[in-house]
């Protein structure tokens, strides 16, 4: 099945840098990668994603970029805020019936 | 936010005792999910449903099972609770697999003492 690897575990940033957090994937038929934040207590929400016919996609100040010959996915978060510090998931899935496989998280931390 | 509530929000109980977990969602969608997050190994698919009484396996389905008897309630039972299924439970929906997005409950925190 589908392995897919998060870095860092925990990035911590000052408040207006930007943030990058790394996936890759092992699966070469993956073509669906979205993002996840889960703030404190909650459940993780969809923020962003992208398909593979695509190499990069952008909303506001997050953006996610794909490299389909290395197998790997970013997300890039700019201008960072405090409410941005959150865990974020990544996640591969081959479409169709296939469940998408998640990595195991990063904790963002921005500091005021 | 999706229509998806979880209960109990939290439960402590003893090794050995049966539990049952409920979501319970107002979308109509076709799949329903139970995950298990622990520190260091993130979100881990227990067992899913693509309709009613249409269940599957996920990759740590060991000592759980689950039950959809009704589109709108997915079940997930730890016959005999063990230390090692300590977790937050996260029940999502989605209207389909593959491309579409999951919608997560406020989560369950179980306990197992």
């Known amino acids: 099945g589908e392995n897919v690897e998060q870095h860092p575990s925990t990035l911590s940033v000052q408040e207006g840098d930007s943030a990058v957090i790394k996936c890759t994937y092992s699966?070469?038929?993956?073509?669906?990668f979205p993002w996840y934040k889960q703030e404190l207590g909650k459940g993780p929400q969809l923020i962003i994603d992208i398909r593979s016919n695509v190499g990069e996609k952008k909303d506001q100040r997050i953006a996610v970029t794909l490299n389909k010959t290395a197998k790997h996915f970013s997300l890039h978060i700019t201008e960072t805020q405090p409410e941005d510090s959150a865990v974020y998931f990544c996640a591969a899935s081959m479409g169709g019936s296939y469940i998408p496989t998640f990595g195991r998280g990063t904790s963002l931390i921005v500091h005021p | 936010d999706a229509g998806i509530t979880q209960s109990p929000r939290h439960k402590v109980t003893e090794t050995g005792t049966p539990v049952t977990l409920r979501c319970h969602q107002t979308e109509n969608h076709r799949y329903m999910y139970w995950y298990r997050q622990d520190p260091g190994h993130g979100l881990r698919l227990i067992h899913y449903s693509y309709g009613v009484k249409d269940t599957d396996k996920g990759e740590v389905s060991d000592g759980y099972s689950v039950s959809r008897s009704k589109t709108e309630d997915f079940l997930l039972t730890l016959e005999s609770a063990t230390s090692s299924q300590t977790s937050v439970y996260f029940c999502?929906?989605?209207?389909?697999?593959?491309?579409?997005?999951?919608?997560f409950g406020p989560g369950t925190r179980l306990t197992v003492l």
């Open positions: 999502a929906i989605s209207e389909s697999s593959g491309y579409n997005e999951q919608f």
């Open positions: 699966d070469s038929a993956s073509n669906y």
